[in-house]
């Protein structure tokens, strides 16, 4: 005889590996499916299940009526309508398209998202998910080499200004010192952070650290393509040089 508690608990753990799988929030999946036949509910959950296990960089957002998925911006939107979905695609993934099947949207021309897809059953979803996966590849590869090249160039430039400038690796970034931290180099999604001393900055670029408990290094800078380096490479030189000074100086610009 089968103990009902033990069926009860696998029922909840196929329950919950689902939910895990699926990465659902009910609240906003239900009303997504609300009142939608089960083909269209089905080909949703497929294309969801897949998409996001691309990649956990892939995160979803409901909105009232749609789906979006995004990859630092969006780049996939879905509606499900009664019987199947229709799949709004970003403009650069018709590189992809291979076989010519994406649609221009009527009215969205000249929009980002321009291109749909359309899918009624299950052996349809293929084609467009192999498209997505060869976009993903191409934005985070392209992505990831830009961000490597900047952060190579500017740590290049940095560690150029002297013989005495040394680096090391923190949980923090990489820091250049000169005696004492004068520069930190950290990889965000955008491109390279930079924290500095608190320099001269009669132009305004500077921002200013919301904590700086990595004293005296108070402020900060965006590096977001290469002509960024030439703006903040003469505020690096400035910190170089502020590094010189006598602790007491440093002290003076922590407690400003």
């Not at 976009?135 to 002297?162: A, C, G, H, P, V």
Request: net charge neutral; charged share 30%; with cysteine.
């Amino acid at each position: 005889m089968f103990d009902v508690n033990v069926i009860s608990s696998i029922d909840k753990e196929e329950s919950e590996r689902k939910t895990k799988l699926l990465n659902v929030d009910t609240s906003c999946y239900e009303d997504i499916i609300y009142n939608k036949k089960d083909i269209a509910i089905e080909l949703f959950d497929e294309f969801d299940k897949q998409i996001l296990s691309i990649s956990d960089n892939i995160k979803r957002n409901y909105l009232i009526k749609n789906v979006v998925y995004r990859f630092g911006k969006k780049i996939i939107e879905i509606q499900v309508d009664q019987s199947d979905i229709l799949i709004s695609l970003h403009k650069n993934i018709k590189q992809f398209d291979y076989d010519d099947k994406l649609l221009i949207r009527k009215g969205y021309e000249k929009s980002s998202f321009c291109y749909y897809f359309k899918v009624d059953k299950l052996e349809n979803l293929n084609y467009v998910i192999e498209l997505i996966r060869n976009y993903y590849s191409y934005i985070s590869e392209s992505n990831i080499d830009s961000i490597d090249n900047l952060f190579n160039t500017l740590s290049f430039k940095i560690n150029s200004i002297n013989s005495n400038v040394t680096f090391h690796t923190t949980n923090k970034g990489l820091v250049f010192r000169n005696k004492r931290n004068f520069t930190i180099l950290s990889k965000r999604k955008y491109g390279i952070y930079v924290r500095l001393l608190d320099v001269e900055d009669n132009n305004n670029i500077l921002n200013i650290v919301s904590r700086t408990n990595y004293e005296p290094l108070c402020r900060y800078f965006k590096v977001l393509k290469e002509e960024d380096i030439d703006i903040i490479m003469p505020y690096i030189i400035m910190s170089y040089e502020i590094s010189k000074y006598k602790s007491i100086d440093l002290y003076y610009l922590e407690k400003k």
